[in-house]
């Protein structure tokens, strides 16, 4: 029997890696010999680079940088085990976190942080690079990233603006210099993670949606608007891109604007990236049962989340998908309609979230164990003679999982374990 584990971390708790170790243990109580395929994943957001590296066998790279406010932080992300592909978060650079409260305004923060780790990635050979665009603490149209770069921004005097441009100072730039940039930045396939569709301008914009949960004032919110519109119509006319209205541009303060405009960027759902690098479909392929999971499954995680994901690549190939949650919600049966045949959670009952953080390894175990258990029921029940003209074509997974389609390799009939002198 082969088993396919590709589950998203479970935030401020578990990463991927470890939550697919824990199901795998409580698993192997009921098929200890099985195969066991353990993909790390993640849906474009926190946690993305962890995942990746731990998927792929990669390396955590590490970097002093400027972060939002101009101060030294110290970043770092990801190169994978391809040794050419770089995954970058943009939160680690230029994230709202890194920005105390007290200090928070989008007028001053900037993304050159985050054009550095690009700049390294570059430096250090990487021919693809990934970007995630989820928790930024900037709203500058992704300007600091192309200072980065080498991009040149000029004033109305014709000179330099060598300070990292954030959003407030957009309105100062007269011109848009790129004969400047790192020339090794044309040989790189840029793609940016991206689940949102905001364009850079407007009432659905960067500064108007995002603006205010990053420090913004309304009177900030409409003066980084049309700094925004100021700089879109820059790269248009020096630049020949129109970014402005393109669905994404917005996102990360209108980082997906500038590396669309200055690094020929594509956006693509995050998940999706993910299940390209991480070569999911390959493992997919001869499995018999899949798992995923995330920290709470809700009617949500059918949309761009790591379990939809996880199902889509898993319905190619025919093999059943089951989605272990730290908990349920009350809509969590609306993802029956979008591939994933099976829910299971890993609290045992109600309780408080540190109680389910501190026994999540165990929980996870045994969460691991009840889904084979319920399993094996199921092939015990299709294994029953009926009427030949009643007989499926295809044997069923367990009537108590939603009569979910398996593969039509047949599986072993393993006897269930004896566990403290009971039989369960």
Known sequence: ??????????????????????????????????????????????????????????????????????????????????????????????????????????????????GQLVDDAISRGAEEIIVGLGGSATNDGGAGLAQALGIRFLDYQGAPITDPVGGGRLWDIAAIDTRWVNPALCRVKVSVACDVTNPLTGEKGASRVYGPQKGATPAMVDELDRNLAHFASLIRRDVGIDIESVPGAGAGGGLGAALIAFTSATLKRGVELVVAATGLENHMQGADLAITGEGRVDFQTAFGKTPSGVANAAKKFGVPVIAIGGGLSDDAKGVFAHGIDGLESATPNAMDLDTAIRKSRAYLQDAGERVARLIVIGQRMGAVEEPAEKKPKVQKLARALMKSQLSTRPMRLPTLPKRGGTQR
């Open 1 to 114: 029997m082969k088993i396919v584990i590709a589950p998203d971390s479970f935030k401020e708790n578990l990463t991927s890696l470890e939550v697919a170790t824990e199901i795998e243990k409580g698993m192997r109580r009921v098929w200890p010999d099985a195969e066991v395929v353990k993909v790390p994943m993640a849906d474009g957001g926190e946690g993305t680079v962890q995942s990746l590296v731990d998927a792929t066998g990669g390396q955590i790279v590490k970097c002093k940088v400027l972060g939002p406010l101009g101060k030294p932080v110290e970043a770092s992300y990801g190169l994978l085990g391809d040794g050419r592909t770089a995954v970058i978060e943009m939160a680690e650079a230029s994230g709202l976190p890194l920005v105390p409260r007290a200090e928070r305004n989008p007028l001053a923060t900037s993304t050159f942080g985050t």
